[in-house]
C-alpha cells in the first residue's frame, strides 16, 4: 500500500473498517462489503493506495475478515 505521510498497513485499515462497521451497525456480510468499498475508495482518493495497487484485492482480504468484525459485533 502506498500512502506518502507514513506507513499504513493491511492490519490499520482492517482496524478502521471494523470499527466503523460496529459504529455503524453493520449486521451482514453485505453492509460489510459496502462499508470495505467505501472506506477503500475513500482513501484511494485521498492517496492511500497508488493508481496501480490491486484495490480488488484488498476488498477482498478485509472481506474474508468478516467472522472477526461480526463477533466483535456480538460481543457489544
Do not use: C
Amino acid at each position: 500500500m502506498t500512502y506518502e505521510g507514513g506507513e499504513y498497513s493491511d492490519n490499520d485499515i482492517f482496524a478502521e473498517v471494523k470499527e466503523a462497521a460496529i459504529r455503524e451497525g453493520v449486521s451482514t456480510e453485505v453492509q460489510y462489503r459496502d462499508l470495505i468499498d467505501e472506506i477503500v475508495e475513500e482513501k484511494r482518493i485521498y492517496g492511500f493506495f497508488s493508481d496501480d495497487e490491486d484495490l480488488s484485492q484488498i476488498k477482498e482480504v478485509l472481506a474474508s475478515r468478516w467472522p472477526e468484525v461480526a463477533n466483535g459485533a456480538e460481543k457489544r
